[in-house]
């Protein structure tokens, strides 16, 4: 049986609007014409670096060993900030050095997947002949991608580097019988994903509540179905964290929730 072809992913926050990924698309098939292409998202806010960061190690894990996952949200393009490759025991990944790997980076460190190697990208014979200084994505990353899916030897990119920029990465911290996060995702449906994962939670669910500015929720529900349309909740996300949701509507516009606000979790 003939082998899969390889998959490249695409994570930018060009929209669909303009003509940005599709020319990246492209690119990619021009030197591959057989790659899978995948989007994960095209809709990260402008220059959100810390939403690429948490999105792409969202949903890495989920696709086939051997994928090439090109993260591009780069407000640093054209600068001297680095591109590179980062090859871990299951992926690649192919991006600006900004802080886009930092839970990744994260992850790696706490005993997940193992790292190989991190490569500068350097080598312009895998480059579009003419290299824009405000669409590295057309001309840098998504050309790189697709050479590495035709086997290119990652040590033929450039030259191995270290200390890869990080993001502050916020954390969850227990102290006076209380555990405080905070939200660090907003999604699509106005539920604020917070940094709280379930193994962090108290084992007893009726012994606590949890605190969002002035509002007070006693329980963690299994499912939306648990609440009346309308209600706010609480709830274990797909992702394993703890999420501030209403059943049918906005946890955000009915909170006024933004990225950065704390939640409390206090024993009862």
Do not use: W
């Not at 609007?17 to 292409?37: E, F, H, R, T, W």
């Not at 790696?108 to 579009?128: A, C, M």
């Not at 969850?172 to 962090?200: C, M, R």
């Amino acid at each position: 049986m003939n082998n899969p072809p390889r998959i490249i992913t695409l994570t930018t926050d060009f929209g669909i609007s303009d003509a940005y990924v599709g020319v990246m698309k492209g690119v990619i098939l021009g030197i591959n014409p057989n790659v899978q292409i995948v989007d994960i998202t095209h809709a990260v806010p402008p220059q959100d670096i810390h939403e690429a960061a948490f999105l792409i190690h969202s949903a890495h894990r989920y696709f086939l060993e051997g994928t090439i996952h090109t993260v591009v949200v780069d407000p640093g393009v054209g600068s001297d900030r680095r591109a590179i490759v980062c090859q871990t025991d299951r992926a690649s990944f192919v991006c600006p050095d900004n802080g886009i790997l930092t839970y990744l980076l994260q992850e790696i460190e706490n005993g997940g997947e193992q790292p190989t190697r991190v490569v500068e990208i350097e080598n312009k014979d895998y480059f579009l002949p003419a290299v824009s200084n405000t669409f590295h994505g057309r001309d840098i990353f998504a050309p790189v991608a697709a050479h590495l899916s035709l086997a290119v030897p990652l040590g033929d990119i450039g030259p191995p580097v270290q200390n890869l920029v990080r993001l502050p990465i916020p954390t969850f911290y227990v102290s006076d019988h209380k555990l405080t996060g905070q939200i660090i995702k907003i999604d699509g449906f106005g539920n604020a994903i917070t940094n709280i994962p379930e193994d962090a939670l108290p084992t007893s669910m009726s012994t606590y509540e949890i605190q969002i500015g002035q509002t007070c929720l006693t329980r963690i529900n299994r499912a939306y179905a648990e609440s009346e349309v309308g209600e706010l909740l609480a709830i274990i996300g797909s992702f394993g964290m703890l999420e501030i949701a209403v059943n049918g509507g906005s946890a955000v516009e009915r909170l006024g929730l933004k990225r950065g606000d704390s939640v409390i979790i206090r024993r009862r």
